[in-house]
């Protein structure tokens, strides 16, 4: 089966840290993406993570833990621009196919 | 300079029309998607094509039906809409789709349909 879960909405002050968590349940998991979507936009690429460890990108990091089934993306020194949907992606050997979460709404306030 | 490209950004429409999405891409992929995103903000696969070849298709409607005419295109054609084929509809592509190879995906602007 193929199952992505993570927390529907998180809200966070500028400047301040964000940890936004992420559990898959993916056949034949290969790697994990994390994209970035503002409203009305189309979702950009942040990170991927094939192996179990931190990928650090700027004030972006991403984690992943293969035996735990666990990622989390790391936001730094927030800033009111990372108001935006996070999602959290799986992927499959074998295949191209991306199963995305639902998405977290982070909402960054002053 | 736009790597993905769909046309229409906007679709409305009554019930029970056909409908077609179009999407290009410029970056010189062998792989294209589309896929669709609820009101719920979920977005789901519906196709992929590799080198216009189908590889992927979910548990798509027979109403929906993807065309590409070479590597660089991929349409969706859409027969007899109902209210609930309202959504936005996401073109993305990939380099080569090859098992283990990091292959980012690159998002169009979508196409948001609302069918009346």
């Known amino acids: 089966g193929q199952n992505i879960d993570q927390p529907t909405e998180m809200t966070a002050t500028e400047g301040a840290i964000v940890q936004i968590n992420c559990t898959y349940q993916t056949s034949g998991f290969n790697g994990l993406f994390w994209y ?73 306030f002053p | ?12 429409t009554q019930m029970g ?14 792989t294209m998607y589309w896929y669709k995103q609820d009101s719920k903000k979920f977005l789901k696969i519906m196709f992929s094509y590799n080198n216009k070849e189908l590889i992927i298709n979910e548990t798509v ?22 209210l609930g084929d309202s959504a936005v509809y996401f073109c993305a592509s990939s380099q080569a789709g090859t098992s283990g190879v990091y292959n980012e995906q690159f998002f169009g602007p979508g196409t948001r349909l609302t069918v009346l």
Do not use: W
Not at chain 1, 38 to 48: C, N, R, V
Not at chain 1, 80 to 97: I, N, Q, V
Not at chain 2, 19 to 27: D, H, P
């Open chain 1, 36 to 108: 970035q979507q503002h409203a009305g936009e189309a979702p950009t690429f942040l990170s991927y993570n094939v192996l179990d460890g931190l990928e650090e990108k700027g004030r972006f990091s991403s984690f992943l833990s293969r035996s735990k089934g666990y990622s989390y993306l790391l936001l730094k020194e927030l800033q009111m621009k990372d108001s935006a949907s996070y999602l959290c992606a799986g992927s499959s050997r074998g295949t191209d196919k991306l199963i995305f979460g639902t998405g977290t709404r982070l909402q960054v």
């Open chain 2, 17 to 30: 029309n056909d409908k077609s999405i179009k999407c290009e891409q410029n970056l010189g992929h062998d």
């Open chain 2, 1 to 12: 300079d736009t790597a993905v490209s769909q046309t229409p950004k906007y679709l409305v």
């Open chain 2, 61 to 82: 409607p027979n109403r929906f039906s993807p065309k590409s005419p070479d590597k660089a295109h991929l349409n969706l054609h859409i027969n007899s809409l109902e």
